[in-house]
């Protein structure tokens, strides 16, 4: 079964590609011309929406801008279908990038409504503007040529739509694998982790966003040179919905999924449009609503898609364990032991009325192990979202290694070599363990987009992944590497966010229970662990409960109450504090 992850691809492209060489009717010819063109559409909405978790209905407004900018360049200027396809690719480009700078940044049911908004402003505009022919449109599109062969008939014209369809397919998988794959991947699971590992979230918020704009209106390009035509009516709203319809048909998360929803719906919409009518007696659109109905459907049983069906024949894929050798990822600068690491003065944080921590102060040098205890709610987790970024101070500064970065967001700070794990475990269940990992090292690795999409990121990748292997070896997890995250028992996905931390190479460590939920043996190994990167020069910050743990591993110790800080000593000193004791006493039993 696994011969079809290696010639799935291949087999379908050939088969798909040597069909027109049968005799099948013109009819079947241009359904299947329709179904390239639609999914090439899905296939945005499986990055945009199944992938980064971002729904859009305006899809078709992108198609629009494609076929608009092919039929306005070839018929009004006469310039070269070829050239306009770059036209209307950098118009999409343009037309999303305002969108997306605009509404990404909206959270919720306001991007979906919103994109319902500019998905009609789209549409009204090209409807009325004179130069576009209002609702008429622009008639006399010319075919395209290529090479001195008109590609005008539907054979002619679905060679070119199926070569797109194929490419982008194989584009966005190849995307999905990789480095800024990864990043887009992780949207989907809210933005703190991502961006405490050093991705920008909105940036890759509006990748997925211009990507899908492109690949829409790509297909609008070839749409008009299909149809010759261009008019309205094809980019509404009503048509919006149906791609999205598409995709959740077939399965919003799978790049197959595209092909399978694209080719269901419109093989349902043939029958529908002669079948609904005879049975309601008058003729409209009246598919649409069947298609809201069985989205309904979908969405509640099968919100996989029909892809559920077909995926459970094929076995996950097994990463093919290539990277043994790469080169080592090029590490940070260390300060010197004993260097003064972080300063925290008088850090504040009010949630309303609660102080959750009260001008709290101490300080770190290279190569400590500090641990920072206190009852439960004393303000710990909170204090390591303020020295990390992920909470805004509400007074105080932070300084690492001598810079202010108490009002930098948290993927500045992780940047300068700050990393941390979260007390609830943040990671994205889908991936597998070692990818999940290999999210650590996106700061030290490069490749964008355009390069993961045409395959050219290999080398850096196995850079990436060996790095990723060698901290989960050091935490004793090479056997899951290939496990599903979401598949761990909590003990080893707080193991796996440490190798994540890892992973960015930090200088400064901040760890928010690590041990909570390991067994006795597993709790020993990760303090030789801890031990080890003290060894080699880490510098620690540690939250947690386990006292046996903290007094066995840390040189000093942070006590917090109520979000002050009590003490601060050895060890020793602050196991022999009758105020420790008290607070402790006082809430825990
Ligand atoms: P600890 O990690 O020491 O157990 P926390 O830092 O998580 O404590 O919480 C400190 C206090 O701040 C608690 O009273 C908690 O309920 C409150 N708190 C933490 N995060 C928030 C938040 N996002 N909004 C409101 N209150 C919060
Ligand atoms: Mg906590």
């Known amino acids: 079964m696994a011969i079809l992850h290696k010639f799935g691809f291949p087999l379908f492209a050939a088969v798909m590609l040597a069909l027109p060489l049968l005799p099948l009717p013109d009819f079947w010819i241009t359904q299947l011309n329709y179904i390239g063109l639609y999914a090439l559409v899905s296939l945005g909405l499986v990055v945009l929406t199944g992938v980064a978790g971002l729904t859009s209905f305006g899809q078709a407004a992108f198609v629009g801008v494609g076929a608009y900018t092919a039929a306005l360049m070839s018929v009004s200027l006469g310039i070269s279908p070829w050239f306009s396809l770059f036209a209307g690719i950098g118009?999409?480009?343009?037309v999303a990038l305002v969108l997306g700078a605009i509404t990404l940044r909206m959270s919720g049911h306001y991007l979906p409504l919103a994109t319902i908004a500019w998905g009609l402003t789209i549409y009204y505009s090209i409807s009325n503007m004179e130069f576009l022919g209002k609702y008429d449109g622009i008639l006399g599109v010319p075919p395209i040529t290529l090479g001195g062969t008109s590609l005008g008939s539907g054979r002619g014209i679905y060679v070119l739509i199926w070569v797109f369809a194929l490419a982008?397919?194989?584009?966005?998988?190849?995307?999905?694998?990789?480095?800024?794959?990864?990043?887009?991947?992780?949207?989907?699971?809210g933005t703190t982790m991502a961006e405490s590992m050093g991705i920008s979230t909105f940036r890759y918020k509006v990748v997925a966003f211009v990507l899908a704009a492109v690949l829409a209106a790509i297909s609008g390009w070839l749409f008009a040179h299909f149809q010759r035509t261009v008019n309205p009516s094809p980019f509404g709203l009503n048509k919006g919905i149906e791609y999205l319809f598409m995709v959740v048909l077939g399965g919003v998360g799978h790049v197959w999924g595209a092909f399978l929803g694209a080719g269901v719906l419109k093989l349902i919409e043939d029958q529908l449009q002669v079948l609904l009518p005879r049975i309601i007696g008058t003729s409209g659109n009246f598919e649409i609503i069947v298609f809201g109905l069985v989205m309904i459907a979908v969405l509640k049983y099968a919100p996989d898609?029909?892809?559920?069906?077909?995926?459970?024949?094929?076995?996950?894929?097994?990463?093919?364990?290539?990277?043994?050798?790469?080169?080592?990822l090029p590490a940070r600068e260390k300060p010197a032991h004993g260097e003064l690491l972080l300063e925290v003065e008088k850090v504040r944080k009010e949630f309303g009325g609660l102080v959750a921590v009260n001008d709290v102060s101490f300080q770190m040098r290279a190569g400590e192990i500090v641990g920072l205890i206190g009852p439960n709610g004393a303000g710990k987790s909170t204090t390591f979202n303020l020295i990390t970024g992920v909470l805004a101070l509400t007074g105080g500064t932070v300084r690492f290694r001598g810079q202010e970065v108490g009002r930098m967001v948290s993927r500045a700070i992780a940047r300068l070599g700050v990393s941390r794990t979260f007390q609830h475990v943040k990671m994205i269940p889908e991936m597998t363990v070692l990818e999940n990992v290999a999210l650590g090292a996106y700061t030290r690795t490069r490749t964008g987009t355009v390069r993961a999409m045409l395959r050219l990121d290999r080398g850096e990748e196995r850079q990436a992944l060996a790095e990723a292997e060698t901290q989960l070896a050091r935490i004793g997890m090479t056997d899951k590497m290939h496990e599903l995250a979401g598949n761990l028992a909590l003990g080893p996905?707080?193991?796996m966010e440490i190798a994540r931390a890892l992973c960015t190479d930090p200088t400064l460590l901040l760890l928010d229970e690590p041990a909570a939920g390991l067994r006795?043996?597993?709790?020993?190994?990760?303090?030789?662990?801890l031990r080890q990167l003290k060894s080699e020069g880490m510098s620690i910050l540690l939250v947690e409960h386990d006292m046996d743990f903290v007094m066995g591993l840390t040189d000093r110790i942070v006590v917090m109450e109520f979000g002050t800080r009590l003490m601060e000593g050895t060890p020793a000193e602050v196991q022999a504090s009758p105020a420790v004791r008290a607070a402790y006493l006082g809430t825990e039993h």
């Open 305 to 328: 898609g029909l892809w559920t069906f077909l995926g459970r024949l094929v076995p996950p894929r097994q990463r093919v364990r290539d990277w043994e050798g790469a080169p080592r």
């Open 91 to 94: 118009a999409s480009v343009l």
């Open 493 to 495: 996905q707080r193991l």
């Open 168 to 189: 982008a397919a194989l584009g966005v998988t190849w995307l999905l694998d990789s480095r800024p794959g990864r990043a887009i991947r992780s949207l989907k699971t």
């Open 520 to 529: 006795h043996k597993e709790k020993q190994a990760l303090a030789a662990v």
